[in-house]
């Protein structure tokens, strides 16, 4: 079953300012920065729940190429995906993008780009969310 | 005559930060015609530039949305209107603008709406930003033209139609990196091109498409906002027009007394293509990057159906240093990754897969 259309259009909703924005939570208790947001800070166990912005900047920790893509992916596949370590301190899994000719390595430096996810088939809803790439050249 | 005609707002107007968006893969033209001319025949571009498998008009959007926002340092819950102007608007019914809007943090006090003129939806915008600003509706408002175009293999179409666009965030004159001196809009019933509904490509009239189109709306609209603004072609320092292939823009220019050099910087076509809706806007932003402080712009985009909206415009102090909060247009441009007309056809879904 197409993981997409498995999933409900109320949590596309729900999860609408993670998924394209990165908003997380900083802990009000420890000020740790947690992504994805949680009723529960993972560092001190006290209640979490202000939203925080996320700069969207990090670095690969670690990363693999998919080749077997879970169906609702194939048409992107083969795809890199990631580890990114957040500059805020939080580990995300996500897919990298723009990679182009460049070589993914541990270590390289990337920014947040909201991209399309996925389709939920020819007439479902476009599913948009946050992927990473190599940090663009500035100027 | 023309002055009573022109639009100028209560409050003044302007720009208060800009942003380009230009996806990384290159198409070039030689590609086109080695698949379809069997190599021959002149080629209207070097390459365009082509959206990846996960692109599309919002995620564009929200990237140039960003670098607009991140050069006007403005709190996003400031803007009161997200307007998105394309013809590649991923749904047919559900908008563009309140995925952007979401996106940036503009959301929920706000205006959103989804603009649809072919290549001027995004001018048209422009427009009604200055409106709703200029009345003192609203401080600030987001105006985008963005498109992924659509061409039919093998038409003429498909060597020029990019991916591409820019985002403007309109605001008070005080606040600007460039005011707008003055704009007009020029509107006829011109049956150059289309696209009917459910349709996946657009329909254009060969050469009916330059005359009565292209060339007349661009130059009427010009002479009639630089009669009114008592400016000529020797005002300004820089000058954009729509830009569906190197030759037209290169042409209405000469036509309308500015010279190359006026031109060259915002000139993308010959190495992104045509990006419909975003084509004069990118170009502008290409402009603005290399603008100084009292330069005068003209920029003049063109629509099919048809129209023109012109506008005059004079860089600020604040265009230096917040220019430097969002990467330049030609960072993007020089962002190239080549693909073969085979991962073209794929990246464009013309591949048939059921």
């Excluded at chain 2, 661009?218 to 830009?243: N, P």
């Excluded at chain 2, 290399?290 to 600020?316: N, Q």
């Amino acid at each position: 079953m197409n993981r997409l259309a498995s999933m409900e259009t109320s949590q596309h909703w729900r999860l609408r300012q993670q998924r394209y924005a990165l908003v997380g939570e900083v802990c009000p208790h420890c000020t740790t920065k947690i992504f994805p947001p949680r009723d529960i800070c993972p560092d001190c166990g006290e209640d979490a729940r202000d939203l925080y912005q996320f700069s969207g900047r990090g670095e690969v920790y670690s990363h693999t190429t998919v080749y077997q893509a879970p169906s609702g992916h194939s048409s992107n596949a083969p795809y890199p995906v990631a580890i990114v370590r957040l500059e805020e301190g939080p580990l995300v899994t996500a897919q990298l993008t723009d990679i182009g000719d460049q070589p993914v390595e541990i270590g390289t430096q990337v920014e947040m780009v909201t991209r399309k996810l996925g389709a939920d088939g020819e007439r479902g809803m476009l599913v948009y969310g946050y992927k990473f790439r190599p940090i663009l050249a500035e100027r | 005559m023309a002055e009573t005609k022109i639009l100028k707002p209560i409050r003044e107007a302007g720009f208060a930060g800009y942003g380009a968006y230009i996806p990384q893969y290159r198409l070039p033209a030689k590609e086109v015609a080695r698949v379809w001319t069997d190599g021959k025949g002149s080629l209207p571009i070097n390459e365009k530039a082509v959206a990846g498998l996960d692109e599309d008009v919002i995620t564009m959007s929200i990237e140039a949305a960003r670098n607009a926002l991140a050069r006007a340092a403005l709190d996003p819950t400031e803007i009161r209107a997200v307007w998105v102007g394309s013809e590649s608007h991923p749904y047919a019914v559900k908008p563009t603008s309140t995925v952007v809007a979401e996106a940036i943090g503009a959301t929920p006090h706000t205006q959103a709406a989804d603009w649809e003129f072919a290549c001027k939806a995004g001018t048209e915008a422009i427009q009604a930003a200055i409106g709703f600003v200029g009345s003192g509706m609203a401080n600030y408002a987001l105006a985008i033209g963005m498109d992924t175009a659509q061409g039919r293999p093998g038409d003429a179409l498909e060597y020029t139609a990019g991916a591409g666009g820019a985002a403007f965030i309109i605001g008070p004159a005080e606040d600007a990196v460039c005011v707008i001196e003055g704009s007009y809009s020029y509107a006829t019933d011109t049956p150059d091109f289309w696209r009917r509904a459910n349709e996946t490509y657009p329909e254009h009239g060969e050469r009916f498409t330059g005359e009565p189109a292209y060339f007349s709306h661009i130059q009427t609209a010009a002479e009639f906002l630089m009669e009114a603004t008592e400016t000529t072609a020797s005002d300004y320092r820089f000058a954009v027009f729509h830009q569906p292939n190197t030759k037209f823009p290169v042409r209405i220019a000469k036509s309308l007394g500015f010279e190359q050099e006026q031109i060259e910087a915002g000139l993308l076509v010959p190495d992104i293509g045509n990006t419909y809706a975003g084509s004069a806007m990118v170009g502008l932003t290409s402009i603005l990057d290399v603008a100084e402080p009292g330069d005068r712009i003209l920029m003049v985009s063109y629509g099919s159906g048809a129209g023109s909206d012109a506008f005059s415009l004079r860089a600020t102090d604040l265009l230096p240093e917040r220019r430097e909060a969002a990467p330049g247009t030609l960072s993007y441009v020089k962002r190239r990754t080549e693909i073969d007309y085979a991962t073209y056809a794929r990246f464009r879904g013309k591949l048939v897969l059921k």
